[in-house]
Every structure is written in C-alpha cells, then in structure tokens.
DNA sequence: TACACAGACTAGAGCGCGCTAGTAGAGCGC
DNA sequence: GCGCTCTACTAGCGCGCTCTAGTCTGTGTA
C-alpha cells in the first residue's frame, strides 16, 4: 500500500479512501492510483483491514459436509451477504471433524456472525456461541438460547404430507425418523398428531434414523426382513428428509418393490435432486433461498442492533406431489 | 491479551508464548494463564495473529457447491492440514458465484496457498493465481502454468472402463462428456483411444455433456427419442462422472429401460453415493483422501520452497464393477 | 569467587491497514 | 483584504498480536 501510494505521489489514506470507495478523492486521482495498484498487483490485506476496523463484516458459515440441502442454502447465502456488504467464510463439518472445531475456526477468523446450517451440537454449546457472535441457526431451534432460528413449520410440512398419504388410502404409515438432527423432533410429533388425528394411534410407527441415505437403506432393509418373515410392509413411509427417502427408496427398489405401487414414499427438504430420482420424490419443500436470505439477515440485523431478542422466522412448506406418492395398496391388515 | 496479562500478572509476551505452545514459560504460569483467559473468555485472534507473524498458515480451498465428490475432497483435506499445522478456509463457487470470486475471497482472507477442486476457470488466471499464490489444482491440467496438479490417471480410468465393457460384448458404446470439467479431455482421448483399438473407430460417439445429474438426464432423453425414431440404443454409456451416471440412469429407468440387461451404465469417481444407487454403479474409483492428501503437501511443501518446479501426482484410478454393468444384449446394429 | 549459561520472563517495534483530526488551497461574498 | 466553506488530501495513532533482543534470577563449573 505505501509502494502504491508512494508510486502515484499520495498518501497511504488516500489510497485507502480510494480502495473502500470512500468520497474524499478525485476522479484523477482515483484513477491513477488504481492504476498503479494494478501494475504492481496489489491487493488489499484483509486481516490488517480487520484488524484495524473493529468490524470485519464477515459471516462466518458452518455446514455438514455431503448434506445437499445445505448446499442449496449455501447458493442462496453468498448473494445476500454480498447484497448487504458482507463476506461469507465456510467451515465444514465432517466425519471426523466436529461442529465445534468447524465454529471455533470461524470464530478465530473473526467472524462477525455465525450461521449454522443444521446444528446437531448441544444446545449449550449453541447458547456460548451466541453469547460469542450474532449466531442465527437454521432448522434447529435453540430453546432459550441467544440464538435466531431459521426453519419450516416443520408440522404445517408433515401435515400436507400426511393428509395427502391419508387422502390417498393409507394407514399403515410410517415415520423414519432424523434423530436428534435439526427438525426431526417436531416432524415426529406432527407425524404422532396426524396420526391420532385420523384414528391411526394403534398403526403408529417410528423408526430412528438419520438424515442420510445408509439410514433410508437401512429402514428399506429392515422392512424387507419383516416382509420375509410374514409382516406386511409398510404402505407409506414418511422419511426424515430426502436423502432419508432417497436410500429407502433405493433399497426398495433393488429388492423388487415397486414405488408408488406397493409403498409411497414421501421426503422432507425438496433438495436440489429430488426432482431428479427415478419417478421424481414426492416431498416438502423447504424454500432453501428463502431460508438463506432470512438467516443473512437476522444475522446482520442483530450485528447491528445486538440488543435484539432471539428472534425466529418460520417459513410455511409446500407439499410437491411427485411420483413416489400413489394410491394405498388393497390392505390386508 | 493484555487483560489475561494483567490478571495473571504477566507480560503480554508472555501470553502469547503460551498460546502458541512455545517453550518459554513455566509449567505453573502456564496453568494459570489459561485458567485466566478461559475465565475471560480470551480467544486468540487470528486476523492480528496473521497480520503480526508474516505467515498464516490458512490454506483456501475453492470448490463448487453440489459436487459431491468435492465433498469427498473436503473430508480429506481437513486432517492433512491440522497434521501439518494448517488452518483451512474453504469458499464455494455456486451458479453465480465464479470461481474467480471464490478464489478472490481466499487470497483476500490472506489465504497462502490455493487448493483448487476441479477448477474451470481458463488457463491464464489459474497460472496467474499460481503466481499469487501457491495454487494446487485438483483433477485439471494446466499446462505450463505454475500450479501444482493432482490427478487420477483418467486414462488409465477409461481404459479399465472400456476393456471391462468390452469384454462384455458391447461395441455401440457412448461417452457422455464433460465439456470444460478438470479431467474431461482426457477421458474423451482415452475413450476414443480404446475404440479405436477395438476397431470401433465407426462406432465412436461423444456426445458433449457436463458432470450434472442434469446432463445425464438429458442425454438419456436424447437416447430414448432416438429409439422412439427407430434407432438402437447405445448398449453401454461411459458416463463423464458418477453425477451425470446417475442422471442417466434415472432417466432410462423412468422411461421402463432396464440397466443392465439393456443398457449398460459406467460412471467416473466412485463419489460416496455410487454404491447407494438402486443396483450400485459401476464406475472408476478416485481415491478422494489420497488425493486431498496430495493437493495438502504439495500445497505445504510448495509455501516451504516455492522455487519448486510445478508438480504432477497421478494417482491410479481402479475400475468397481457394481451392477450396472452387464452382458451386452443381442445386437441388431 | 568469578563466570558462563540456561530458564523465565519483558519491553517495544512493527505487521498493513482504517480512521480521526487535521492542513492546504480554491472559490465565494462582502 | 477578510472570514467562510468546500474539496482534496495527509499525519499519525492504534487494532491485537508476534517476535527480536534483551533483563534478571538461579545453578553449575573452573
């Protein structure tokens, strides 16, 4: 910066103003001075700028590695972030690389605000989180923490997807479950409600699980051994989320069972490659730029004014009827 | 910093030598010191650490969201680094979010060194980010340009591909390509290479494609228009990559074709949902951590001599023969 | 006793910027 | 000529840390 400046016969300020597109400098100059920054390829150092700022205007963005969805909520978060001015970093979580870890490095980069995309950490960890940064979760709710939440009327979603599966005969509905994964509580108990809701307490049925594929397979299994040893399948299952719904979906299929025919399989998230499978998956849509723009902004909002009380945006789902969904099978249970 | 000093009744120098696990402080101070900062709530900050010793020892890494085997990339890379005291930033290049911009954002996080998954940006500035800063390229050559390279041998790839669909019976095999994609031209060479060898020069067919689900889709469509025309069918389908595989093989089994008995399907990468696909696809495995592990050191080993000449790692690729490959059906052709 | 030496610790410069408080000079009205 | 305002620009402190070049003590050695 000083060789720039010393170069165009300015002061390092002014090459400041001019790189933060601050007033204060002549268009001659200003050209010059960019001019020359470019000979000598200088680029300015964004620590140091941190650094000197107290703000860095970076968000700082923790995702699970592999979760589709999360990349969907990823391409909706870099344009509004940039819309209002702000950097986005990326931290993964992976297998062997736990959410925490993948916080902390955010954090330690200086990121401003966190958004956590999915969070499966314990909700106290969560709260400290909060209490570090303006940190906006979403599709996890962080009861009584200093934590924005952004998520789907998870109920309003599994209720269209139940009166839907209700509506076109079935009864033998089951739920395979997300575990502790973000949303996943409140689907069961949609799920549990819906069912009593239309006389079906005794057919209730849920299965733990995971929102990942080996989890849909697994289930797809099991009720595959169950058949062999002369249970009825399921008619319809109601998997976690899509990738859930895309391993059951697999596993059913390799073993000759026909979908939508002999079982419906319906899926949470609407993820980028729902409309992509075999007969297309009949799903929830979450709108994933919708969620992302809300997330950015809570996150800025409370930058600004970190006075706000934790705040919630809840987004109302859509059923998409697609192929996995059909008529319930002459039941002979 | 100087608040942990103060309550423990050190310097700040001293602070920093501990927390940088410098020898130089007692065992004693050393215990007191962080039971001071925890109760602070002291974090290093990394944008002064980084703008205060010369280094960062952040390695960016840009990858394009919804590339699952960038995933497998990411996995990969992140215990390398920490084994060799590396910090990792990762930015994503989205549908529009160019690659450019991803990489800018790294090398403005004053990210050393750039590892680069399967880049498409031309030539000229991926040598010119090679100039800025250590740059490994991940699955694309770029010639004569200051970047390391970690590859599979693609050709070694195809050929195991098409010697196994050969043996097989088939002759009207198809290459769905993957147009600009790191790695693309060269499985098209070796494709062609291997027909050419089996005396199939007239049977030789590229059609352009991309590494999609969509393209897959596509191309599928193209297939089942053409039989609707009277055309045969491709007996077997060399896939760019397992994405596009996919897609393809949703598309023919939509439309009542069966894999393998009609069609054969053979992918490229072994990403970590090939073996869930309905029937499990064969397609040639990449080694995802052994490769991330290569793009690290060189990265590494490149910041710590960066007079070294611009590397290759070739890395075999292996042939899994899953279920969509299979005896060629009678031809007609 | 004198001296070297290692271990524990500190003072203070400086990393590359942003920002506040300023100056210099031009233009204006009186 | 004066004071005023406005634009274009500058000086220099400080962000939170690292690192070099020390100081000071206590211990072993000639």
């Known amino acids: 910066m000083a060789d720039v400046a010393a170069k165009a016969g300015v002061s390092r300020a002014l090459v400041s103003i001019i790189f933060r597109g601050q007033p204060g400098a002549s268009e001659e100059t200003r050209q010059r001075v960019l001019r020359v920054a470019d000979e000598i390829g200088y680029h300015p150092d964004s620590a140091a700028r941190l650094l000197a700022r107290g703000r860095s205007r970076t968000l700082g963005v923790m995702f699970t ?28 979580a992976t297998y062997d690389r736990s959410e925490a870890k993948a916080a902390e490095a955010l954090l330690s980069h200086r990121c401003e605000a966190l958004i956590l995309l999915g969070p499966e950490a314990e909700a106290g960890y969560l709260d400290e989180l909060g209490r570090r940064a303006a940190t906006v979760s979403v599709g996890r709710r962080v009861p009584r923490a200093r934590v924005d939440f952004v998520h789907s009327a998870e109920g309003k979603g599994v209720h269209q997807a139940m009166e839907h599966l209700v509506e076109l005969g079935h009864r033998r509905i089951v739920h395979i479950d997300g575990g502790r994964s973000p949303g996943s509580a409140e689907r069961r108990r949609a799920y549990r409600a819906a069912m009593r809701r239309h006389g079906l307490e005794a057919e209730v049925r849920v299965i733990p699980g995971q929102h990942t594929e080996e989890s849909g397979i697994e289930s797809g299994r099991l009720f595959l051994a169950e058949r062999d040893q002369g249970q009825a399948l399921p008619t319809a299952v109601l998997a976690g989320n899509d990738r ?56 800025v909002e409370r930058l600004e004014n970190p006075e706000l009380e934790a705040r919630e945006a809840v987004l109302d789902p859509k059923l998409v009827v697609r192929g996995t969904s059909g008529k319930a099978p002459e039941t002979t249970a």
Request: include cysteine; hydrophobic fraction near 45%; charge should be negative.
């Open 244 to 299: 859930c719904a895309w391993g059951l979906l697999m596993a059913l299929t390799r073993a000759g069972v026909d979908v939508p025919r002999d079982v419906s399989v319906v899926g949470y998230d609407d993820s980028h490659l729902s409309h992509l499978m075999p007969i297309g998956l009949t799903t929830v849509r979450q709108d994933a730029t919708l969620m992302a723009e809300h997330a950015v902004r809570f996150a």
């Open 65 to 92: 590695v592999h979760q589709t969805f999360h990349a969907d909520l990823i391409s909706g978060i870099y344009p509004e972030a940039e819309r209002l001015g702000y950097d986005v970093l990326l931290s993964a």
